[in-house]
């Protein structure tokens, strides 16, 4: 058995992340200056996929505006009535038209953002998000 994993400590003074992504969806950072992306990648496969496995630390540093997400396949893999996936393209689309407003209100839209899409569609695996907006 195995699990994917995105860990992280965040530094609020330099406004800095040291993280280890085991094999989890990357990360999505915007930039609140021009709505760019970054994905944070995976520094090591998936968590208990192969014994002694070793993972790398990564880091990614931010400035005032910038919007760290972190989310579960539930969200890019949420289906509509016609078996259509979410996608990373309508995460990132949410994401950047709301990078201004605050982490709980860009966390807010990117779910309802979701459920318009997936309309009555029943909800086919969990979903898990966390934003961060760097002040």
Request: aromatic share 8%.
């Amino acid at each position: 058995m195995f699990v994917t994993l995105f860990y992280g400590v965040l530094d609020a003074r330099d406004r800095s992340l040291t993280f280890v992504n085991a094999g989890h969806n990357p990360p999505l950072v915007c930039r609140g200056a021009d709505a760019s992306f970054e994905e944070l990648a995976a520094t090591g496969i998936a968590f208990g996929a192969v014994p002694d496995a070793t993972y790398a630390a990564g880091t990614a540093l931010f400035e005032e505006g910038d919007v760290l997400v972190l989310y579960t396949d539930g969200i890019t893999e949420a289906e509509n009535a016609a078996e259509g996936l979410y996608g990373e393209d309508r995460l990132r689309e949410a994401i950047a038209a709301n990078r201004a407003g605050p982490a709980a209100r860009i966390a807010d839209t990117i779910l309802e953002s979701v459920h318009e899409f997936t309309g009555s569609a029943p909800q086919s695996d969990d979903i898990t998000l966390v934003v961060v907006r760097s002040e």
